[in-house]
């Protein structure tokens, strides 16, 4: 088993950067590939950010390309979205998931995180 513990979220104003931090615990003997999601009410999670599991390779959403940008510590057992340019439309809560190798689907990932909130006002 897997333990993703997010961090990071917060209020913040348009325009504004905040970085989220996942810390994984428990069974982390091997490397998974990570992604970030957001779930805001009333609307299906989506798929945010991808890594794969050296960090070669990452992956986005259109709506975040150039915005945010996905990184991991594998030895510090760390993942890290860094939020840049803010918009009340980013305001959701973010989970970090875990899985055997990126992909856009929530089904994809095994371990998940209880997420953190992120509001962005206007």
């Known amino acids: 088993q897997v333990q993703l513990v997010e961090s990071g979220g917060g209020l913040v104003q348009t325009g504004d950067s905040l970085r989220l931090s996942c810390a994984a615990s428990?069974?982390?003997?091997?490397?998974?590939?990570m992604g970030w999601f957001r779930q805001s009410p009333g609307k299906e999670r989506e798929f945010v950010a991808g890594?794969?599991?050296?960090?070669?390779?990452?992956y986005y959403a259109d709506s975040v390309k150039g915005r945010l940008t996905i990184s991991r510590d594998n030895a510090k057992k760390m993942v890290y979205l860094q939020m840049n340019s803010l918009k009340p439309e980013d305001t959701a809560v973010y989970y970090c998931?875990?899985?055997?190798?990126?992909?856009?689907?929530?089904?994809?990932?095994?371990?998940w995180g209880q997420g953190t909130q992120v509001t962005v006002s206007s």
């Open positions: 428990g069974r982390t003997s091997s490397v998974y590939a």
């Open positions: 998931a875990a899985g055997r190798v990126v992909a856009r689907g929530s089904d994809e990932y095994a371990y």
């Open positions: 890594i794969s599991r050296i960090g070669s390779s990452t």
